[in-house]
Each structure stands twice: as C-alpha cells, then as structure tokens.
C-alpha cells in the first residue's frame, strides 16, 4: 500500500528503497528479499494502469485532460512509473489514493502470496524475465489490483457527492 500511497514521492520511495536494498541477500534458498521486489514493483505499476483503465471505462467521468493523461498511464504503469498517476491525484486525491491503496493492496497481496520473485530492481513488464517463470502470477496479481481500483475509482467518482465547497467555482477578487 506504500506504493500507492505515495505515487512516486517519499512514502513510496521508502517502500522502493526498503525492496532494493535488500535485493542482494535474496538467494533460492531465500526468495524473500526477491518476492518483496515483485510486490513492490506490481503494487507500483497499479495506480497508473487502474487509472488509464477507469478513462477508458467510464470516459464522462473524466475531462479531456485526464483521458489524454490515461493514455500516457498505459505506458507509464507498465514501466513501474508511479507517477503517471499523480494527474489524477491532484484532481480527486481522496478517490485516486484511495482507490490505489485497495488495488495496490490487492496486488501485493496475490505476488507474495503466489511467491511471485523478481531480481530486477525496475522496468515492470519489461523485466518479466527476472521473474523465474513466476511472470504469470505477476500479470495475473497486477491484473486483479488494476481491476479493483479502475472499479473504486469509478464508484467514488460516480457515487461520492462533491461537497459544495469542492464544486464551486473559484471566486476571482476584484478590485
């Protein structure tokens, strides 16, 4: 849930520094440190995919901004670039962390619980090669946590009511 707490700033790189830094005592014989490395890098890839997904879904939900940012995302999840995620963020912030924290959360829970292992410190998909026929299970848990938080999102925009300071229009001071 670091991972989608932060969206690239300081709780997610303390989350990313932790993995890394442990990736040279993983072993055969001690997958740990390389399990925490997949969990880490799939639970990143997740706010971005889940909000370029959750554009395509439900479009009317989303400004013009925001759908041409989702098209970006596509790339930017896949690569383990959390940062894709942030336009979102600064839009809804409450709904987009939200709405990660329960996928990233749902992601990291299935990589380890499969034992998904990853010797590759970054690259998302494109580092499938480090995972020592793990991949499937990898796809399958980023798959699983970008469906639970595109369909999150998409309640909580839906359904969640603006309060009406949070829709008025900003009031220009005159002079």
Same mark, same amino acid.
């Given at each position: 849930?670091? %991972? ?7 709780? &997610? ?8 830094? &442990? ?6 014989? &001690? ?5 925490? %490395?997949?969990?880490? %890098? ?26 041409? &940012? ?79 938080s595109a369909l999150a ?23």
């Open positions: 849930t670091m %991972m989608a707490i932060g969206l690239g700033g300081p709780v &997610n790189k303390v989350a990313y520094s932790f993995a890394v830094a &442990n990736l040279a005592t993983g072993s055969p014989e &001690n997958p740990g440190p390389w399990m925490i %490395m997949a969990a880490v %890098m799939a639970a990143g890839m997740v706010p971005p995919l889940a909000m370029a997904l959750a554009t395509v879904v439900d479009r009317r939900l989303f400004s013009a901004a925001e759908r041409e &940012n989702g098209k970006a995302a596509w790339l930017l999840g896949a690569a383990f670039i959390s940062e894709g995620a942030i336009p979102f963020a600064a839009a809804a912030p409450l709904r987009v962390i939200g709405a990660s924290i329960l996928g990233a959360a749902t992601t990291g829970a299935i990589a380890m619980g499969a034992g998904v292992v990853s010797q590759a410190p970054h690259g998302g998909v494109f580092v499938m090669f480090a995972m020592q026929g793990t991949w499937p299970m990898f796809l399958v848990a980023i798959v699983a946590g970008v469906i639970v999102v998409i309640v909580l925009k839906r359904f969640v009511r603006r309060t009406p300071i949070q829709a008025a229009e900003p009031q220009l001071a005159t002079v």
